[in-house]
């Protein structure tokens, strides 16, 4: 593993990272969000990306627009010029992942991308395969950490881009072999992203003691914040990146 990589840094506070970028103050998934997030003085943003109908990597969290536009359809079914077409919230778009880096890149420091590779096999393609053809157009390797729900694709990712770090996500209240994460050996990881729910000093302790580090979402509450400080985690997702830095007090 590359140790350029920022998101294996020494850190002497957690990270702050935008849910969806600063998702509690511009439509999520957006370049205002994510941009906002950066003004926010958020180290990074968490994104969803799955392809649509033409092939090309976009950032949006549902198998459908009909939550976050004011379109309905599936995105596998619907090219990007369709996708184009719809208000994604205050007359935003729906990016590509190639915008959302370019956006991103330039900044005084590194502006860390968590790339959620989101779980619909079915319906994807090869999803891994063109995230990772993205990442590498780019050059950005060195922030970028991938993390998904399905084991098999962190797999695929670790098979792809050995030199990316990779979380895997999991909520407390999944079946056990999920939550624990069974399936570790086969799956090289370096990241453990549980949800704020699951988080306790013992819990984030336990996991350090296997050598991962602990990202947790969707933190929103001060309350939670503090407690995911308070407990040790690498880094803390959140809809607020100024409501973190604020109970953080930085």
């Known amino acids: 593993m590359s140790a350029m ?13 935008g849910h969806r970028g600063a998702s509690a ?11 906002l997030a950066w003004t926010q003085g958020a180290d990074g943003v968490e994104l969803d990306v799955t392809r649509c109908a033409t092939g090309e990597v976009v950032v949006i969290h549902d198998d459908t627009v009909d939550r976050t536009t004011n379109g309905t359809g599936r995105v596998s079914a619907m090219s990007l010029a369709e996708l184009r ?18 956006e991103t890149a330039g900044a005084p420091r590194p502006f860390l991308l968590n790339i959620e590779v989101k779980d619909a096999p079915a319906l994807r393609g ?9 990442v590498r157009r780019h050059g950005c390797e060195e922030r970028v950490l991938f993390s998904s729900f399905n084991p098999l694709s962190v797999r695929r990712l670790a098979q792809l881009a050995p030199d990316v770090p990779r979380g895997i996500l999991y909520h407390h209240a999944m079946p056990i072999y999920l939550r624990e994460v069974w399936m570790a050996p086969l799956m090289p990881h370096e990241f453990r992203h549980p949800d704020i729910g699951a988080i306790t000093p013992e819990f984030v302790a336990k996991l ?7 990202n947790t979402w969707t933190v929103n ?6 407690r995911a400080a308070e407990s040790g985690v690498h880094g803390i997702i959140g809809d607020s990146p100024c409501t973190i830095r604020e109970v953080l007090g930085i």
């Not at 294996?8 to 702050?16: K, S, V």
């Not at 509450?221 to 503090?226: K, N, V």
């Open 126 to 134: 090869d999803l891994e395969a063109a995230v990772v053809t993205v």
């Open 221 to 226: 509450e001060p309350a939670d914040i503090a």
């Open 5 to 17: 990589n920022y998101w294996l840094e020494h850190h002497d506070r957690p990270l702050i990272i």
């Open 85 to 102: 077409g719809l208000d994604a919230g205050d007359g935003q778009r729906i990016p590509t992942l190639d915008e959302v880096i370019a």
């Open 25 to 35: 103050h511009a439509p999520e998934n957006t370049l205002a969000a994510f941009l």
């Open 208 to 214: 350090k003691a296997q050598g991962k580090r602990v």
